[in-house]
């Protein structure tokens, strides 16, 4: 099911073509289609900053796996500086920061999407605090894809990605796939989490 922010019209020229992948298993095929679709997005593309491309879905759905899968498939093809790959995970702040994350996120595409270079600060996950180092996402990369739950930007329709795709997965095989990646640490906030997606995916 897509989620009412992508589903829903948008403004014209302002909403992102979007592919919506069951993602128990993707197929070469769907790979191959996916690029294709890209592409062709990509060539309507006028800029200024990168062609963003955004991986969406809820926790264990595959964001990750599919950005570097792309990263890498794109990579051979146009060159080890053609794409990068931002993770959303190095910026909600704690297991209540999904939404602030994505507000923070969302700031930053919208610099982006003007050709201008995006600072951030990372979540010291073992710390439990924002690491005090600038990092800056540069604007001069052809193409960036972004994953990670609410990389769609809900709930900022002014800064859209130019390309989302939605991974669906069934909860109990996400759940299955998140605990096995992230062990027992995940499990105490599994439910806190999904709690979260529900309202950030309601917007």
């Not at 309507?44 to 879905?57: E, L, Q, T």
């Not at 990263?71 to 080890?80: V, W």
Request: hydrophobic share 35%.
């Amino acid at each position: 099911m897509i989620p009412e922010h992508l589903d829903r019209p948008g403004e014209p020229g302002g909403h992102p073509v979007v592919w919506v992948i069951p993602s128990q298993r993707i197929s070469e095929a769907d790979v191959s289609d996916l690029l294709r679709g890209i592409d062709r997005a990509r060539a309507r593309h006028a800029g200024p900053g990168p062609f963003i491309v955004s991986i969406d879905g809820r926790s264990g759905a595959g964001k990750s796996g599919l950005a570097l899968l792309l990263r890498d498939r794109l990579q051979q093809r146009d060159g080890a500086d053609s794409v990068r790959v931002f993770h959303l995970e190095v910026l909600y702040p704690g297991w209540e920061g999904l939404a602030a994350g994505v507000d923070l996120y969302a700031g930053m595409l919208a610099q982006l999407h003007r050709g201008r270079d995006a600072d951030w600060n990372a979540w010291d996950w073992e710390n439990d605090r924002t690491d005090p180092r600038p990092r800056t996402l540069s604007a001069d990369v052809p193409l960036l894809i972004t994953e990670g739950v609410g990389s769609t930007a809900p709930g900022h329709p002014e800064a859209r990605p130019d390309f989302g795709v939605w991974l669906h997965l069934e909860e109990p095989l996400r759940r299955r796939r998140a605990l096995r990646r992230d062990g027992e640490m995940y499990r105490p906030y599994w439910d806190l989490w999904a709690g979260q997606e529900e309202r950030l995916f309601s917007l």
